[in-house]
């Protein structure tokens, strides 16, 4: 059974920093993309970026995406001898508040992410920014 779980997440001033982390567990993570989604109050969980298998980033740059509201300010990383995914938020603005969770995606490349395929989901991170 797969597992998930989200840590690193706060409060931090608009222009801030936050790096949130998920350990994995239950199932092949380093043969695995993973992916960030947040959601915040009625509204449905969405995608912000995935990465594919590979912890090389550097030797696969067409492996991951980013939605176009974080483009440019977080960075998708994982590290899979520690079966951990990572999420860099930077110059973070009151829109990135959200409760954040990490799963497994089907496919990860520079145009979209595959859907989620293990339907498990672990606790979320709660990040607020403020203004």
């Known amino acids: 059974q797969a597992d998930f779980l989200e840590s690193g997440g706060g409060e931090v001033q608009a222009g801030g920093s936050l790096r949130i982390s998920c350990a994995a567990s239950?199932?092949?993570?380093?043969?695995?993309?993973m992916g960030w989604f947040r959601q915040t109050p009625g509204e449905e969980r969405q995608v912000i970026s995935c990465?594919?298998?590979?912890?090389?980033?550097?030797?696969?740059?067409?492996?991951?995406f980013y939605e176009d509201s974080v483009k440019g300010r977080f960075t998708i990383s994982r590290d899979n001898a520690k079966n951990t995914l990572y999420l860099q938020m930077n110059k973070m603005k009151p829109e990135d508040t959200a409760t954040y969770y990490c799963?497994?995606?089907?496919?990860?490349?520079?145009?979209?992410?595959?859907?989620?395929?293990?339907?498990?989901w672990g606790q979320g991170t709660q990040v607020t920014v403020s203004s």
């Open positions: 799963a497994a995606v089907a496919y990860s490349n520079r145009i979209s992410c595959g859907d989620p395929y293990l339907a498990v």
């Open positions: 239950g199932f092949a993570f380093d043969s695995t993309a």
């Open positions: 990465i594919g298998w590979r912890d090389d980033a550097p030797s696969y740059p067409d492996d991951k």
